[in-house]
């Protein structure tokens, strides 16, 4: 069974960054698959951040664009998001999904405040 585990969330400071990791368990899917970094923010639903597909592109959401990057690295199995410039309104939990498994890891909380 496939299980995507999130870590590297946490407090911040307005400006600063992070850098969350999704691990998969179980399979190679993010070696190839289509990844996707969501957020949900309190009373907010939950909105799509970035994703890369198989091919390396990538796609963000406007609130994303310039300061976030998504990325993988193929041998360790691992989908990366760096947040640069975080801002207060970037506080939520960040999931990790497989789209095409329909798998979503367990969020990890990033809190921007000073």
């Known amino acids: 069974q496939v299980q995507l585990v999130e870590s590297g969330g946490g407090l911040v400071q307005p400006g600063g960054s992070l850098k969350l990791s999704c691990a998969a368990s179980g399979s190679s899917i993010l070696s190839r698959d289509t990844m996707a970094w969501y957020r949900q923010a309190p009373g907010k639903q939950r909105e799509l951040v970035a994703a890369?597909?198989?091919?390396?592109?990538?796609e963000y959401a406007d609130s994303a664009k310039g300061r976030f990057t998504i990325s993988r690295h193929k041998t360790k199995k691992e989908v990366y998001l760096q947040m640069n410039s975080l801002r207060p309104e970037d506080t939520a939990v960040y999931y990790c999904?497989?789209?095409?498994?329909?798998?979503w890891g367990q969020g990890t909380q990033v809190t921007v405040s000073s």
């Open positions: 999904k497989a789209p095409r498994l329909g798998i």
């Open positions: 890369i597909i198989s091919s390396g592109s990538t």
